[in-house]
């Protein structure tokens, strides 16, 4: 029989309950604490006081299990190498905070043995939370007795595809600029949603593509988790599955491949291959505007596999 983690789960709620009561006491107060960190981002004070109430909760709950925080890096506890591991993110989207754009949210993921086995975001300020655990599937809600199931869209042409990305300028730091407008190019429609919320929108597909050029693993891993459990495909730019990369595309599953002819990035493997710029011969304009031809429609949890 395979390992449960509800009550994993049910405590990943219980440290997202608090983080929201946290962030949003401070969310658009006029003296909110902002500094910068070294690498040039944003950490307030309630980045620091959501991740430090976490910790302290899974000190007293999950005594044995490391904690690893973006604020305050890791916790070494006595479970060691391949045991439980959890992932958190205080505030994904603290530039968004800083400025009173509603669009953040507090990732909290347990990994066990190297994969991402449980995960929750929750949004507060947009009234949303979603959450998976492995072999359960990805859900959405206002708690665990009040949800409803999700899953990918079936979109499986770039040219019915909708894209979400955070920002342009990342790509061309990794040499991968003019290969991501290209895939933009081809695909229906693109929009900057931006962090978790990319992410979560094609969980329940209403996104069929996101993408990040630069990221952390606790950027990525409770994203992981859900796009997964809802029937989609997380990877790095190379290709490895999971969070553990330094970037993330993430798909419906159906698009995968697609995708990653244009944005798949190699550095050890020489020069990338440019011929992702040609339009495809049968690719025409009228086939590309015809609505009529788009598959919007999303897997239902009773046809998943």
Not at 76 to 96: E, L, Q, Y
Not at 186 to 201: E, I, N, Q
Not at 257 to 271: I, K
Request: charged share 25%; glycine share 10%.
């Amino acid at each position: 029989m395979a390992h449960s983690y509800g009550d994993d789960l049910r405590l990943a709620h219980v440290l997202a309950d608090n983080a929201d009561s946290l962030s949003m006491e401070r969310f658009l107060a006029n003296d909110l604490q902002i500094a910068t960190k070294p690498d040039m981002t944003y950490v307030t004070e309630s980045d620091r006081a959501v991740e430090a109430a976490i910790r302290r909760t899974l000190r007293s709950a999950r005594t044995r299990d490391v904690v690893l925080g973006e604020e305050d890096g890791q916790d070494d506890g006595p479970g060691g190498p391949g045991g439980r591991r959890w992932i958190v993110d205080p505030i994904d989207g603290t530039a968004n905070f800083v400025r009173g754009v509603p669009v953040w949210a507090t990732l909290i993921a347990l990994e066990e043995d190297g994969e991402v086995v449980a995960g929750c975001v929750s949004a507060p300020a947009l009234g949303r939370r979603w959450w998976a655990s492995k072999g359960t599937g990805a859900h959405t809600g206002k708690s665990l007795m009040s949800s409803r199931e999700i899953r990918v869209s079936q979109v499986s042409d770039l040219g019915s595809s909708s894209l979400s990305y955070a920002s342009l300028g990342g790509w061309d730091a990794i040499g991968r600029g003019d290969a991501f407008a290209a895939l933009m190019r081809r695909c229906w429609r693109t929009r900057a949603y931006g962090d978790f919320w990319s992410y979560m929108l094609l969980a329940e597909g209403a996104v069929d593509i996101a993408a990040e050029p630069e990221l952390n693993v606790w950027d990525m891993a409770a994203l992981d988790i859900i796009v997964r459990e809802a029937g989609g495909t997380f990877t790095s730019l190379a290709g490895a599955p999971g969070p553990w990369g330094d970037n993330a595309l993430a798909t419906n599953t159906r698009l995968h491949d697609a995708a990653m002819a244009y944005v798949g990035h190699f550095p050890d493997q020489g020069p990338p291959d440019l011929s992702w710029t040609d339009e495809p011969e049968d690719d025409s304009k009228a086939e590309r505007d015809n609505v009529r031809a788009f598959e919007f429609t999303r897997e239902s949890a009773d046809d998943a596999p």
